[in-house]
Nanobody
């Protein structure tokens, strides 16, 4: 079972951009579905994006049109490009291998990476 390590978070102002990375401890070439979750303060963790084979990626309504999920199997890395960030995007972001297109996660949670949007 791969271990996943997230990075790239930080504190930014509204409308700025960030790119999150998720590096796997082993090859992800044979992993069909991966995704990003986030957990806002006082709320449950939610799936916000997933990528699966050659099918269109999934995006939650709250991020659609602003975030882009991608993967680089050669470097065993999953990315989340975030643009036009809003204060409501403030959360801890986690990546995961998914059992199906919309989850559930099939890997232990990592430590996540904190994104704070304030101005």
């Amino acid at each position: 079972q791969v271990q996943l390590v997230e990075s790239g978070g930080g504190q930014v102002q509204p409308d700025e951009s960030l790119r999150l990375s998720c590096v796997a401890s082993g090859s992800i070439a044979d992993i069909f579905t991966m995704g990003w979750y986030r957990q806002r303060a006082g709320q449950q963790r939610e799936l916000i994006a997933s990528v699966r084979g050659d099918t269109p990626s999934y995006y939650s309504d709250s991020i659609k049109g602003r975030f882009t999920i991608s993967r680089d199997d050669s470097s065993n890395t999953l990315y989340l490009q975030m643009s036009k960030l809003r204060p409501s995007d403030t959360a801890i972001y986690y990546c995961a291998v998914l059992r199906f297109y919309l989850g559930p996660p099939n890997t232990p949670w990592g430590q996540g990476t904190q994104v704070t949007v304030s101005g």
